[in-house]
């Protein structure tokens, strides 16, 4: 059986995304990248020289046409900053898709619920495929996918704050409703807390800090590859129910007195 992970026109066979940029040697990236089998990768567009594609840059380590590209728009603040960053990435040939982060808070970086939601409608509008960030609220992610995102991606916590999945109830609501795939983006600090989102029912987890700050980032970005793979398949193979008191694990039928 494929079980993939479909978003607007394209397929994948990993549910893993990875962020790019923030880890301190190229190489190290670069075997990361490679050995957590991401296919999607994302990387902020204000970060990279653009105007000026010979210039070294954080992505020139990887082979860029074996990935799909997520360019985001990191550091944005106001809907037009966003809109204007897009437009950006578009006009350089970086990929049709567009991670939308509108941040409403520089101490949090959570973002503006608002703001994201009127740049997901402008971009939709110019033909973009759009992946919002947004916090875990399940009106937001409603009203996001009527705007048209093809995916929406709630933040388990913070950006960078590795303290996983705060509102696992908000999450499942998200998940229940939703009719586009549910990414849980940021926050995420250990394998088993990208387990735990896909457990959940998440169709992806997108993780930068957790791997790229990690004593050892490839083997890091190893295990959250079996992680997110584990989370999958626990998922749909069906958990028992929680339940307050005990059953035996061994049927009583058929013991001898
Ligand atoms: C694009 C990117 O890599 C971040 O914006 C993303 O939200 C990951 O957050 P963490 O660094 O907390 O995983």
Known sequence: MSDTLKIGPYEFKSRLLLGTGKFEDMQVQARAVELSEAEILTFAIRRLPVDNPDAPNFLESLDLKSFKLLPNTAG?????????????????????????????????????????????????????????????????????????????????????????????????????????????????GAPSDAALAMELGADGVLLNTAVSGAKDPALMAQAFKLAVQAGRQGYLAGRIPKKRYATASSPAEGIIE
């Open 76 to 188: 944005a603040y106001t809907v037009e900053e966003c809109v204007r960053i897009a437009r950006l990435a578009r006009a350089s040939g970086l990929c049709d898709m567009i991670k939308v982060e509108v941040i409403g808070d520089p101490r949090t970086l959570l973002p503006d619920p608002i703001g994201t939601l009127e740049a997901t409608k402008i971009l939709v509008d110019e033909g973009f495929i759009v992946l919002p960030y947004t916090n875990d609220d399940p009106i937001l992610a409603r009203k996001l996918q009527e705007a048209g995102a093809a995916a929406v991606m709630p933040g388990a916590s913070p950006i960078g704050s590795g303290q996983g999945i705060i509102n696992p109830n908000n999450l499942r609501f998200i998940i229940e409703e939703a009719k586009v795939p549910v990414i849980v983006d940021a926050g995420i």
